[in-house]
C-alpha cells in the first residue's frame, strides 16, 4: 500500500494550495480517506475526512468554508483544495486511508492504518 502526498509549499496569507494524494495497493473504494496536519511541538489533527462513496465528508471547525476534501476514483486520488489560507495552516499535511465496511467519514487520527508522507506547507504574511 502507497500514499503518495504532494502539491504542498510557500504561499501568502489569502493564498491557495492544492494537495493530492495519490493511493496504490488497496481498494480505492472500500477505504475512507483523510487529511490531516502536524505543526512543530503540536500534535496531529485531523484536518478533513470523506467517505468511500465521496457523499460524506468532514471539516474541522478552523477549516470549514475555505478546505474541500475530494476523491476521484477514477485515477484513486484524494484532493485538499486549501483556499483564503492563514498563517495558523501551516503545518506538515499528511494523507491516510482506512478500511471501513459503511459509507462513513473517519475522524480519529489514531483509526488511520495507511498514511502518506507528509508535503509541507507554509504560509506567510
Known amino acids: 500500500v502507497q500514499l503518495q502526498a504532494s502539491g504542498g509549499g510557500s504561499v501568502q496569507a489569502g493564498g491557495s494550495l492544492r494537495l493530492s494524494c495519490a493511493v496504490s495497493?488497496?481498494?480505492?473504494?472500500?477505504?475512507?480517506l483523510g487529511w490531516f496536519r502536524q505543526a512543530p511541538g503540536k500534535e496531529r489533527e485531523t484536518v478533513a475526512s470523506?467517505?468511500?462513496?465521496?457523499?460524506?465528508?468532514y471539516y474541522r471547525s478552523s477549516v470549514k468554508g475555505r478546505f474541500t476534501i475530494s476523491r476521484d476514483s477514477a485515477v484513486n486520488t484524494a484532493y485538499l483544495q486549501m483556499n483564503s489560507l492563514k498563517l495558523e495552516d501551516t503545518a506538515v499535511h499528511y494523507c491516510?486511508?482506512?478500511?471501513?465496511?459503511?459509507?462513513?467519514?473517519?475522524?480519529?487520527?489514531?483509526?488511520?492504518?495507511?498514511w502518506g508522507q507528509g508535503t509541507q506547507v507554509t504560509v506567510s504574511s
Open positions: 491516510a486511508a482506512e478500511e471501513t465496511p459503511l459509507d462513513q467519514t473517519i475522524v480519529a487520527v489514531t483509526t488511520y492504518d495507511y
Open positions: 495497493g488497496l481498494t480505492f473504494s472500500d477505504y475512507a
Open positions: 470523506i467517505s468511500r462513496s465521496g457523499r460524506g465528508t
